[in-house]
């Protein structure tokens, strides 16, 4: 590991930090929760937090970032809103000797690396999120089924990787079929206006596969107003943890939840410790996500955002 940091900006030992937080949007409950994650611990360690909001534009996030470097904060955490479009601000921070670390999203492996051009990636492992929602819909429906997909954010990389590991996961059954896919921006009302158009479209799907509980939950609205009865008419899948959704498990109108933490405020800043001591830090921290159905949902909700 340590050769590797050869190439990366050096973090001084300091008994406080002034930490750059670039938040990709702020319009649903997991951001809402990852901020205030980072913003508790912040305040916990005494340090500065520098928070920007870049309301679903990748063009602001760049400049965001670029106003981070210009403040000369110590060390920046990045929630890349897309893969490729944020490739340019990881590589002016390094320019610039700013350590950064990529927080829940990833940008484009080819472009740019851990532990060469950021620190680390922290974050879940989103091919395995899909794989677990897949497969375990997969059997729960016996094999057969005609699924309506609602993709996150396009280029993003947990809708790159969740449509992936979906797909991997459904290969192994020749009877069902994504008969439906369209990004609903991982937003709820977006994901009920969706929904809504595909289903027309498709009255015969069985299934939803839903990249966010945002979405899932609007899907649900457009569902319901159709007279129909989601975890009866149409088998749900969905991935996050939101207490919506969580509820929704209990009373069965969503038959699986994926886990996907947002809850970064301290493995960010520990990681951000161990980095300025010299530490090893390896490239990819990832986090272990949960399945949730009817049967364990109840110990989660209390937990639940
Ligand atoms: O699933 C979604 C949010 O990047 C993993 O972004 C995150 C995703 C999360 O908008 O709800």
């Not at 309506?148 to 993003?156: C, F, K, N, R």
């Not at 947990?158 to 996961?169: V, W």
């Not at 929904?195 to 939803?208: K, W």
């Not at 493995?267 to 364990?296: C, H, Q, S």
């Amino acid at each position: 590991l340590v050769p590797a940091y050869a190439d990366l900006p050096k973090l001084k030992k300091k008994d406080t930090y002034k930490v750059g937080f670039a938040q990709t949007e702020s319009n649903n409950p997991w951001r809402l929760a990852q901020t205030a994650s980072m913003k508790d611990e912040a305040q916990k360690r005494g340090w500065q937090l520098v928070y920007t909001d870049a309301a679903g534009s990748a063009a602001k996030q760049v400049a965001d970032v670029r106003s981070m470097i210009a403040q000369k904060v110590d060390v920046i955490l990045l929630s890349p809103r897309e893969e490729k479009p944020l490739v340019p601000a990881v590589m002016e921070a390094k320019k610039a000797g700013i350590p950064l670390f990529l927080i829940d999203r990833g940008v484009d492996v080819n472009l740019a690396k851990g532990g060469k051009d950021y620190v680390a990636f922290i974050g879940s492992d989103f091919i395995k999120e899909g794989e677990m929602a897949g497969e375990y819909l997969a059997k729960a429906v016996n094999g057969k089924a005609k699924i309506i997909e609602l993709q996150g954010t396009v280029g993003s990389s947990p809708a790159n990787d969740r449509k992936t590991g979906f797909e991997k996961a459904i290969k192994a059954y020749p009877d069902i079929k994504i008969i439906a896919s369209q990004s609903g921006d991982f937003a709820r009302d977006k994901g009920r206006q969706v929904f809504e158009t595909l289903y027309q479209a498709h009255p015969d799907a069985t299934a939803l596969y839903s990249h966010n509980d945002e979405m899932t939950m609007g899907a649900i609205a457009a569902m319901e107003a159709a007279g129909k009865v989601p975890g009866k008419d149409l088998i749900l899948a969905s991935i996050d943890g939101t207490r919506d959704a969580a509820q929704a498990v209990s009373d069965g109108k969503i038959l699986v939840l994926i886990e996907c933490n947002p809850k970064f405020g301290p493995a960010a800043f520990d990681a951000i410790v161990k980095y300025a001591a010299g530490e090893a830090v390896a490239p990819r921290l990832v986090n272990t996500d949960r399945l949730f159905n009817k049967d364990n949902i109840a110990a989660y909700l209390p937990e639940s955002y």
